[in-house]
């Protein structure tokens, strides 16, 4: 099962033209497949994690089937963390977990030492399915890798109830903890940057639904902007960074901290996010996952259509995507029909009367 329609432009040409200003063929569409990928290829989903051949060829298979606007692979939300020493359980029908955070008091923070990216955890893995991506796809689309944020990686090096807590009880020691992911996560980041590749951030800890907009601008803001900082410098522009849930009370601090490209959550009203910092930074999102897990391809390309209707207009550009990443078994047909929707009302330029 593939699209019906033809692109004018590859994904390459399109984005090349976005980021210009210049004309387009249609809107840019890229699904958050992410792990998705794995379950659509078929088999135990934890292969696919320590093969980069398998990694890389499920990421491909994905990209060919829907026929995206990106393609990638990356250490997830939890790569950098687990190559600073935390433990993950890899299960044979879902994503990746915590089972034992790196630290168990900050005592053991001073025990810890920079990672190499050539050689730590499961970075080595990624870096090679990396590249048999890039030779893959070639001239077709750029690579992307989305790596996990301060917050997060920080959770997940410390455990999140804990570090929840000592953002009240303990915030000396938290500054040091970020600063030491940061100091380990800028270190991947280059290494992706030698390779051409620009990296995107997650950062779904620091949603609002888990911390204060205080303590998103106190704990993440600083450390989120010198990931940003990094890639400002070596891509020349921002990155894409996704927080999930509601982050309406944070878009201008994400933007501040050095978002080119916000992507939204489904909780998130893309018109009223326009109106708040469309002036500043690209939108994208945000079909809801649910429906796309749950829902039929007429409700899929509905959700496309009221996206279209709220954003295609954004100041600094829009791009069509799913609110979070595809949830583990969304049927193939579904993301097909958000790329047909993509296609078929985001040709360029949009026409509002086809979006009623």
């Given at each position: 099962?593939?699209t019906?329609?033809?692109?004018?432009?590859?994904?390459?040409?399109?984005?090349?033209?976005?980021?210009?200003?210049?004309?387009?063929?249609?809107?840019?569409?890229?699904?958050?497949?992410?792990?998705?990928?794995?379950?659509?290829?078929?088999?135990?989903?934890?292969?696919?994690?320590?093969?980069?051949?398998?990694?890389?060829?499920?990421?491909?298979?994905?990209?060919?089937?829907?026929?995206?606007?990106?393609?990638?692979?990356?250490?997830?939300?939890?790569?950098?963390?687990?190559?600073?020493?935390?433990?993950?359980?890899?299960?044979?029908?879902?994503?990746?977990?915590?089972?034992?955070?790196?630290?168990?008091?900050?005592?053991?923070?001073?025990?810890?030492?920079?990672?190499?990216?050539?050689?730590?955890?499961r970075?080595?893995?990624?870096?090679?399915?990396?590249?048999?991506?890039q030779?893959?796809?070639?001239?077709?689309?750029?690579?992307?890798?989305?790596?996990?944020?301060?917050?997060?990686?920080?959770?997940?090096?410390?455990?999140?109830?804990?570090?929840l807590?000592?953002?009240?009880?303990?915030?000396?020691?938290?500054?040091?903890?970020?600063?030491?992911?940061?100091?380990?996560?800028l270190?991947?980041?280059d290494?992706?940057?030698?390779?051409?590749?620009?990296?995107?951030?997650?950062?779904?800890?620091?949603?609002?639904?888990l911390?204060?907009?205080?303590?998103?601008?106190?704990?993440?803001k600083?450390?989120?902007?010198?990931?940003?900082?990094?890639?400002?410098?070596?891509?020349?522009?921002?990155?894409?960074?996704?927080?999930?849930?509601?982050?309406?009370?944070?878009?201008?601090?994400?933007?501040?901290?050095?978002?080119?490209?916000?992507s939204?959550?489904?909780?998130?009203?893309?018109?009223?996010?326009?109106?708040k910092?469309?002036?500043r930074?690209?939108?994208?999102?945000?079909?809801?996952?649910?429906?796309?897990?749950r829902?039929?391809?007429?409700?899929?390309?509905?959700?496309?259509?009221?996206?279209?209707?709220?954003?295609?207009?954004?100041?600094?550009?829009?791009?069509?995507?799913?609110?979070?990443?595809?949830?583990?078994?969304?049927?193939?047909?579904?993301?097909?029909?958000?790329?047909?929707?993509a296609?078929?009302?985001?040709?360029?330029?949009?026409?509002p009367?086809?979006?009623a």
């Amino acid at each position: 099962m593939k699209t019906n329609w033809k692109d004018e432009m590859t994904p390459k040409e399109r984005l090349k033209a976005f980021a210009a200003g210049e004309p387009l063929d249609r809107i840019p569409c890229m699904p958050l497949v992410t792990d998705h990928a794995y379950s659509l290829a078929g088999g135990p989903m934890a292969q696919y994690y320590h093969s980069a051949r398998l990694m890389a060829q499920a990421q491909i298979n994905a990209f060919e089937t829907y026929e995206t606007d990106s393609v990638g692979s990356g250490p997830g939300l939890f790569g950098i963390a687990e190559a600073i020493g935390t433990k993950l359980t890899f299960p044979d029908d879902g994503i990746p977990y915590v089972c034992s955070p790196a630290i168990s008091s900050y005592q053991d923070l001073a025990k810890l030492e920079l990672i190499n990216p050539y050689q730590s955890g499961r970075l080595p893995i990624i870096l090679e399915a990396l590249k048999i991506v890039q030779e893959t796809v070639k001239e077709r689309a750029a690579v992307g890798c989305s790596l996990g944020g301060p917050i997060t990686t920080a959770a997940a090096v410390r455990g999140t109830d804990k570090l929840l807590r000592d953002l009240n009880r303990n915030p000396e020691m938290v500054h040091r903890l970020l600063q030491y992911v940061t100091d380990n996560a800028l270190l991947f980041i280059d290494v992706l940057c030698d390779m051409g590749i620009k990296p995107s951030i997650a950062e779904p800890t620091a949603s609002g639904t888990l911390i204060s907009s205080k303590h998103f601008r106190e704990f993440a803001k600083p450390y989120l902007k010198q990931y940003s900082d990094r890639i400002i410098q070596r891509c020349g522009s921002g990155p894409f960074v996704h927080i999930c849930g509601d982050t309406m009370s944070i878009l201008d601090d994400m933007v501040d901290a050095g978002a080119t490209v916000l992507s939204l959550d489904n909780q998130i009203d893309l018109a009223e996010a326009k109106n708040k910092v469309g002036h500043r930074a690209c939108l994208a999102g945000n079909v809801k996952p649910y429906t796309l897990w749950r829902g039929t391809p007429q409700e899929v390309l509905e959700e496309v259509k009221e996206c279209l209707r709220k954003a295609y207009n954004n100041p600094k550009g829009f791009i069509l995507s799913s609110g979070c990443g595809l949830s583990v078994g969304t049927p193939a047909k579904n993301v097909i029909a958000m790329m047909d929707a993509a296609r078929q009302y985001g040709k360029w330029p949009v026409n509002p009367d086809n979006l009623a």
